[in-house]
């Protein structure tokens, strides 16, 4: 059976519900979030221990929905198969958003944690194959409908969190998406997340 290019589709849809519905469909078929362990946890606060995580990342341009579109498209055309052999890989919650160089936005794909970065095809043109080291990190849940606003407002809360806890940023904030950006509702809170540098007094 030939395969669905779901990334062009997501890519090249003219209406924000129809990429919404594509999401969907990646949402259904995604690996479990990556293990992490939680140090603190306060309200809708958390401070977390990552493992290292490897990642599929590809930079967009323009406002935050099309390049959170474009990226959906392009990286899900590799982890579904379009364009290489071998089998597709499951799409692991969250995706994530960081805004990158000038006007731009770094997507990232998780790889679901057994998966070796040896074992995957080289992508192409656009995408690459990263790894990002273990680290803690401070989050925020972000319930509602995604928006600029709501982002910047719940990321000066965490960085006022991070602060009053003696933290340090190691980092700019990133989004984790559980949900698509693109549809209107969510069933999940997406989240902000700021890398926090090591705490050498050992505090929690």
């Known amino acids: ?109 998780l790889i679901p944690q057994g998966i070796a970065r040896e074992s995957l095809e080289p992508p192409g043109e656009g995408i690459a194959i990263a790894e990002i080291p273990a680290r803690e990190v401070a989050v925020i849940s972000v319930p509602g409908k995604p928006s600029d606003r709501l982002f910047s407002a719940r990321t000066a809360e965490l960085r006022r969190w991070i602060k009053a806890r003696g933290r340090v940023a190691a980092g700019g904030p990133e989004h984790g998406y559980y949900n698509s950006p693109l549809k209107p509702g969510t069933a999940l809170p997406n989240e902000v997340l700021i890398p926090l540098a090591d705490d050498a007094d050992g505090k929690r």
């Open 1 to 109: 059976m030939a395969k669905i290019g779901w990334g062009r589709i997501l890519a090249g849809v003219a209406t924000a519900a129809a990429a919404g519905a594509a999401y969907i469909y990646f949402k259904q078929r995604a690996a479990r979030a990556p293990l992490h362990e939680t140090l603190a946890s306060e309200g809708g606060f958390e401070i977390r221990r990552y493992p290292a995580l490897l990642v599929v990342e590809t930079v967009q341009y323009g406002s935050r929905d099309r390049a959170l579109g474009n990226g959906f498209g392009v990286l899900a055309d590799y982890m579904f198969g379009e364009g290489r052999e071998g089998e597709e890989i499951p799409i692991t919650m969250p995706v994530l958003a960081e805004p990158f160089g000038d006007g731009g936005w770094r997507v990232r794909f």
